[in-house]
């Protein structure tokens, strides 16, 4: 019976194997710029995408902020990459996107310590539902409103160290985003409204890129929408309990892990020549048409006005 049972185990664990890699092909590994003498911010940076972005910036030679909430974990990262690259220009930095308090603190800090700023990472994400200290729905600020308006106060340094780049991870999620300017970071109501949240924090990621490349015209600072692909992060912890039995062997069979999820971020942040690509949307295939919504210049500029207004702008 036990011997049956190990190798019924054993044949499993072979199927999944083989299933788990013949599905996904390898990504091909990429030849990175030497980064020395370049500053990056990279927000949750301490794990997932942020973290695997962060610890490849460190080793091409950046200077790399990680800009998290939580101090030990943000600590226990930046050594760990310091260790892995042998770079030790790498820091924590607290930053808390569900308090636009925080980021305009974070803002004044960093612009007070570090005189360059290259690249802009805006990476965190969450995908949990509730309400912010500010009053707006978590998705939305955390994911949108938050960067929006530390984009904004690091947006002067970038122009002075340009050529400089904003990368903000945004997702094929915002297919089924809607925005409605007049109830911006209000929670949508009805069953779903976490996933749907979720889903228009999205769709103002790929705007937000969009309408900073027009207003950024002509300064050297350039910005990119990108998809990462389906990644096995911790962004799923909030799924509902009847949902993860579903989604865990999904996400361990066909997702890319962070660091094949960060490939299409580092390409974003440090290939040569995407100057003219400015304001669009990325994928590992490269430059691809996001959805309609993500395309409707009037709704980009819709959001950034209302956008300011929240923040205070």
């Known amino acids: 019976g036990m011997g049956w049972a190990l190798l019924g185990l054993g044949l499993l664990l ?27 911010i990279v927000t949750g940076g301490s794990s997932g995408i942020g973290a695997a972005t962060a610890l490849e ?39 808390d996107l569900a308090s636009l308090r925080s980021v305009r603190a974070f803002a004044s800090t960093f612009l007070r310590q570090e005189p360059q700023l290259h690249l802009l990472i805006n990476n965190a994400g969450v995908s ?26 690091l947006l002067e340094r970038l122009r002075s160290c340009a050529p400089s780049r904003v990368v903000i991870v945004a997702s094929s999620a915002h297919c089924a985003g809607r925005l409605r300017p007049e109830s911006l970071g209000q929670p949508p109501s009805g069953l779903f409204s976490a996933f749907q949240d979720y889903c228009d924090s999205k769709l103002a990621n790929v705007l937000h890129a969009r309408e900073l490349a027009t207003r950024e015209q002509g300064t050297q600072v350039t910005c990119y929408a990108v998809h990462p692909g389906f990644v096995n992060t911790s962004l799923f912890r909030h799924a509902p309990l009847w949902l993860k039995p579903l989604l865990l062997p999904l996400a361990w069979l066909l997702f890319l892990d962070a660091s094949e999820g960060a490939q299409v971020v580092l390409d974003c942040a440090t290939q040569d020549g995407l100057e003219p690509l400015s304001g669009r949307y990325f994928t590992d295939c490269g ?23 929240l923040v205070g702008l």
């Open 14 to 40: 072979a199927l999944y194997t083989l299933l788990r890699y013949g599905l996904r092909s390898a990504p091909r590994p990429r030849a990175r710029p030497e980064l020395r003498g370049r500053t990056a």
């Open 57 to 95: 910036l460190a080793r091409c030679g950046a200077r790399v902020i990680l800009a998290t909430r939580s101090a030990r974990r943000g600590e226990a990262a930046a050594s760990r990459i310091r260790r892995e690259t042998g770079n030790n220009q790498v820091q924590f930095m607290h930053l």
């Open 287 to 309: 430059p691809r048409l996001p959805w309609p919504a993500g395309r409707d210049d009037r709704l980009a500029r819709a959001l950034w006005e209302g956008s300011e207004r």
């Open 128 to 153: 949990a539902g509730g309400t912010t200290e500010d009053g707006f729905s978590l998705p939305f600020q955390v994911n949108h409103l938050g960067h929006f308006l530390l984009t904004q106060l």
